[in-house]
């Protein structure tokens, strides 16, 4: 009786209390099958993985910068300045630009213009996917010493190893600098003094052979004179004095 009352009492106290018992999960053992069917998607997964790591080390980002040998309408020829042949593909996401022409496209790529590209390399097919190519103009580099000035016109003659002379332009925005114990300082074109060592960085003119419009001139007053460019002074030529005959009349 006691017994009855007392489990009446327990239940009366705790009235949701279960007995019921917590299962424990029965782990399902694949069939081989399925175990095929898995083990063939980690295989697969690893090869996409190969795949894409063999196509990473096979196509790298780089530029190519050269002179058109020939165009159409996909594919690009040039030729660099190592003199190796280049093919630059073109497709529908490739942008072109121009200072000159802001509608520039493939349609205007001539034979001897100067390209820049830069887009996605392959090295097995040596081939450059190009995304973005450029017409650009390439500056020239000249060493010389200055044979003459022109203080009317500010141009300079600079004379090159092989006796080749080139007319340099003097502007407003042309930087000109002494090279002074190791450092730039710089000067303008009344310090430019005639033989003396030069450096020129410029632009060719297009209408004249040898005439470079200059950005950048350096002076190495210190150097001393190129063997291999001698200068010639150019002297008056004097006609002589006629001599009077003296006839013997003897």
């Known amino acids: 009786m006691r017994k009855t009352i007392l489990i009446l009492i327990f239940f009366i106290i705790f009235p949701s209390f279960s007995f019921a018992q917590v299962k424990t999960p029965i782990q399902k053992i694949p069939t081989s099958a399925e175990a095929q069917k898995i083990s063939d998607k980690v295989d697969e997964l690893k090869e996409k993985v190969a795949s894409r790591v063999a196509q990473l080390n096979l196509v790298e980002r780089r530029g190519i910068v050269g002179q058109v040998d020939s165009a159409t309408d996909n594919q690009i020829t040039i ?42 390399y392959n090295k097995e097919s040596r081939r450059l996917l190009a995304r973005f190519v450029n017409e650009i103009e390439i500056p020239t580099f ?43 300082v710089s000067s303008g074109f009344t310090k430019i003094e005639t033989r003396k060592n030069a450096a020129v960085l410029g632009f060719a003119d297009a209408k004249e052979k040898n005439r470079i419009s200059a950005t950048r001139v350096i002076i190495f007053p210190d ?28």
């Open 223 to 250: 150097l001393p004179a190129n063997p291999k460019i001698p200068i010639v002074d150019e002297k008056t030529k004097s006609t002589p004095t006629p001599t009077k005959k003296i006839l013997n009349t003897q």
């Open 79 to 120: 030729t660099d300045h190592n003199n190796l042949t280049r093919i630059i593909d073109v497709d529908e996401l490739t942008k072109f630009s121009s200072e000159e022409n802001s509608s520039f496209g493939i349609s205007d790529i001539k034979k001897g213009m100067t390209l820049s590209a830069l887009g996605l």
């Open 142 to 184: 000249l060493v010389g010493i200055i044979s003459e000035k022109d203080d009317e016109d500010f141009t300079v003659t600079l004379l090159t190893e092989g006796q080749t002379s080139f007319i340099i332009d003097v502007e407003r925005v042309t930087k000109t600098y002494l090279y002074d114990e190791g450092q730039l």
